[in-house]
């Protein structure tokens, strides 16, 4: 059993900066592919970044160049560095973890989910 709890949410203006974190429990930690995904009301989940076991890592068009995943394996611990953040970046982000060393872009592709923390970016 995997478990993930996340944090650092929180409002900020247009153009300002969060990081996320998720710390995960497991042993194996170092060897799964790790995601971000968020959720905004009304709209479905959708893939935000992503990171393979050896530290490839992948971001959607939307917050390339703004965001970076970024992991620390001796604390179990991923994170998401949002820059330059923008009214439309609101949403409840999650973060997953894949039973596997690869990542996927689709949330099927994830076997555990955190319970989510809400971003909200002022205009």
């Known amino acids: 059993q995997v478990q993930l709890v996340e944090s650092g949410g929180g409002l900020v203006q247009a153009g300002g900066s969060l990081r996320l974190s998720c710390a995960a429990s497991?042993?194996?930690?170092?060897?799964?592919?790790m995601a971000w995904f968020r959720q905004a009301p009304g709209k479905e989940r959708e893939f935000v970044a992503a990171q393979t076991w050896s530290g490839t890592t992948f971001y959607a068009d939307s917050v390339k160049a703004r965001f970076t995943i970024s992991r620390d394996n001796a604390k179990n611990t991923v994170y998401l560095q949002m820059n330059s953040l923008k009214p439309e970046d609101t949403a409840v982000y999650y973060c997953?973890?894949?039973?596997?060393?690869?990542?996927?872009?689709?949330?099927?592709?994830?076997?555990?989910w955190g319970q989510g923390t809400q971003v909200t970016v002022s205009s």
């Open positions: 997953a973890v894949a039973l596997a060393t690869s990542v996927s872009t689709t949330a099927g592709g994830y076997a555990y």
């Open positions: 497991g042993r194996f930690f170092s060897s799964y592919g």
